[in-house]
């Protein structure tokens, strides 16, 4: 079993930085791929960004390119997401989970007022 938490969230307002961070208990992730989702209200969940494993490999959604940043620390077990230039559309719920579903967090609130 794996237990994920995150933490981070709040408010900021548009063009400022958030970074929400995901601590796993249980068992190790370093041989996982972690992804963070995120959920507006009143919308589906949406992936956000993927990191492999060792770290190696990322993706990131076209809607946060070249804002949020994926990464992830082993040593730590944890996972984290840098989000700069937040803008409204980005207030959600951010949830992280491991790729393959099997686990997810309770979630984090990202505000960003306008």
């Known amino acids: 079993q794996v237990h994920l938490v995150e933490s981070g969230g709040g408010l900021v307002q548009a063009g400022g930085s958030l970074r929400v961070s995901c601590v796993a208990s249980?068992?190790?992730?370093?041989?996982?791929?972690m992804g963070w989702f995120r959920q507006a209200p009143g919308k589906a969940r949406e992936l956000v960004a993927v990191?492999?494993?060792?770290?190696?490999?990322?993706y990131t959604a076209q809607s946060v390119k070249g804002r949020f940043t994926i990464s992830r620390d082993n040593a730590k077990n944890t996972v984290s997401l840098q989000m700069n230039s937040l803008e409204p559309e980005d207030t959600a719920v951010y949830y992280c989970?491991?790729?393959?579903?099997?686990?997810w967090g309770k979630g984090t609130l990202v505000t960003v007022s306008s």
């Open positions: 989970a491991t790729i393959n579903g099997n686990y």
């Open positions: 990191i492999s494993g060792g770290g190696a490999t990322t």
């Open positions: 249980g068992r190790t992730i370093s041989r996982s791929s």
